[in-house]
């Protein structure tokens, strides 16, 4: 069983990264036979331009580095995306990154038929950190997965909501340095 982070903030070491890396270790511990991390920022990820040529194929018409993630996303078992909030938001990475998942659907929103057999009941968690002593602030970003969770009968793990500023800082947050390695024991466990 593989598990797969993918991380949304530019900034390496930082908080999210380090949540991330936690709920790594916990799906580790739990039993996965890998665990790999996908650096978004590192990625070459245009946006969606909404051709709908995807829509009839199941292949997207930009050639970038979506594809080879969309194959990661496929193999795993289960998805824990992480990012920092950016004006009440994702980054900019992760939202590219999200609208590109149009791939998997046809024009009726139904999994394509390709790709129904591994998206089904696949397990997706949420890792979110924000500047704002209010966790809520980043609300909207869970809206969007829960939502595409929801929409999609994939297996909704929850989400992991910190408060953290400086880079580092959040590994003095124990409560959520728990939390994120539950959320990867969630990830593995069956």
Request: glycine share 6%; hydrophobic share 45%; aromatic share 8%.
């Amino acid at each position: 069983m593989k598990i797969l982070g993918v991380l949304g903030s530019p900034r390496i070491g930082g908080n999210s990264d380090i949540l991330l890396s936690q709920a790594l270790a916990g799906a580790k511990e739990a039993g996965a036979d890998a665990v790999e991390k996908i650096i978004l920022d590192r990625r070459r990820i245009a946006g969606c331009k909404d051709c709908k040529k995807c829509n009839k194929t199941g292949f997207c018409a930009i050639k970038d580095d979506m594809a080879d993630i969309q194959k990661h996303i496929l193999d795993a078992y289960a998805v824990i995306h992480a990012s920092p909030v950016y004006f009440w938001s994702m980054t900019a990475q992760m939202k590219a990154y999200l609208d590109r998942w149009c791939v998997f659907f046809d024009a009726d929103w139904k999994w394509q038929k390709l790709y129904y057999p591994k998206m089904r009941a696949k397990r997706i968690g949420l890792i979110t950190v924000c500047g704002d002593i209010n966790t809520h602030t980043a609300d909207p970003i869970v809206h969007s997965f829960k939502t595409t969770a929801e929409m999609t009968k994939m297996t909704w793990l929850g989400e992991v909501m910190a408060s953290a500023n400086e880079k580092g800082e959040i590994v003095s947050d124990n409560m959520a340095l728990k939390q994120a390695f539950e959320l990867g024991v969630k990830a593995a466990t069956p």
